[in-house]
């Protein structure tokens, strides 16, 4: 595996992960030297562009983190549900693959009790963390690992349909409840089984929660049903000794002081310019939980490689001076972000002193 570094300008020099800077960023320990860098992600064709070659393995997922000055490299857990999908033709432009699917708001799998006791509910088995099992046996010296998975809202709103849930919270709370035990209870088992492999650092747990106003369901209904199997995941993970970081998307105002003092989040992904800023958000939470990313995807996708670099230099100043802060992007990288204009990202992270 190759070491040297595949961001323009900065080819010549070894990366020398270090996987307790990124830890002593997301705990707010002080300043790591270097910024630290996070991804909740990259796309495929991204990764195939800037490595050369498909990455078929997660021998090359790690030198492909590694050789972008990465600390971490990242292991999928969890099991397998079935849900309904709608696909359409791509249109990412150079990089576009063949299509792109999703779960649709209206389309429900279980749709009421009968439903339920039909659904073929997955089992966990040790599937669900083979790709730490393979990761912790090429992982490179210095590299730590995060395992990531969907979450227990957005997997009861894929099975129930968005309309369906926010209907059943009305009509069949029962239901709800049991919905959210058995997702919750599947989701949980898979990080108490990674949470006891050493070279798992924490976890990076996706859970978009809200959209452009608001949460997606109600506060009140989010601490009844949703943060308790919320907050037993993050206490296996602190149990561990290992930190938990929130990737969710949307404005989440009225929820994170019960996300930070009740469930007990260590820092927070996923920042859009169009709700706030990442900086604004630093200013008001940044003193007690860490802040991961932040570089907005529009941004990434639409500036010209100077643009991006001015505001990448913008949210470093804003960010970074005090620790407390991973740069990476608003939410992930997307193949339709433009492959200079993430790779301009880093290097200005790398160059960045203050």
């Known amino acids: 595996m190759k070491e040297t570094l595949l961001i323009p300008g900065l080819t010549h020099i070894k990366a020398g992960p270090d996987f307790s800077r990124l830890k002593k960023a997301v705990l707010r320990e002080g300043e790591t030297g270097r910024v630290p860098f996070l991804e909740l992600f990259a796309d495929a064709e991204i990764k195939n562009a800037i490595l050369g070659e498909p990455v078929r393995n997660m021998e090359q997922e790690a030198e492909f983190w590694l050789r972008l000055g990465y600390d971490r490299v990242p292991a999928p857990i969890g099991v397998r549900f079935q849900f309904n999908k709608e696909t359409a033709p791509d249109t990412a432009g150079e990089l576009a693959r063949s299509e792109r699917g999703w779960v ?72 709800v409840q049991e919905m959210f035990d058995r997702v919750g209870k599947l989701v949980l088992t898979c990080y108490e089984a990674a949470m006891d492999i050493e070279e798992v650092g924490g976890a990076f747990f996706g859970e978009d929660m809200g959209f452009k106003t608001a949460t997606m369901i109600s506060p009140d209904a989010m601490r009844k049903y949703h943060f308790p ?117 880093l290097e200005e992270g790398w160059n960045y002193s203050h």
């Not at 930070?260 to 706030?276: L, N, T």
């Not at 940044?286 to 949210?315: F, N, P, S």
Request: charged share 30%; proline share 3%; with cysteine.
């Open 104 to 175: 649709n708001e209206r389309t429900a799998i279980i749709k009421n009790w009968d439903d339920f006791e039909r659904y073929p509910w997955p089992e966990f088995d040790e599937g669900a963390i083979e790709y730490v099992e393979q990761t912790r046996k090429i992982l490179p010296d210095g590299m730590g690992i995060l395992v990531q998975s969907s979450g227990v809202l957005e997997n009861v709103m894929w099975l129930m349909g968005y309309e369906g849930l926010s209907m059943a919270l009305y009509d069949t709370p029962g239901l």
């Open 229 to 345: 199997w919320l907050k037993r995941i993050v206490d296996v993970c602190h149990e561990h000794g290992k930190f938990f970081i929130l990737h969710s998307c949307g404005r989440l105002d009225e929820i994170m002081n019960d996300l930070i003092d009740y469930v007990g989040i260590d820092a927070k992904h996923s920042f859009e310019d169009a709700i706030e800023p990442v900086a604004g958000f630093k200013k008001r939470y940044g003193d007690r939980i860490g802040i991961v990313g932040g570089v907005d995807v529009d941004a990434l996708t639409r500036r010209t490689v100077d643009e991006v670099r001015r505001y990448v230099r913008k949210i470093l100043e804003d960010c970074a001076p005090g620790g407390g802060y991973a740069l990476g992007s608003g939410n992930s990288i997307a193949n339709y972000i433009r492959v200079e204009n993430y790779l301009a990202m």
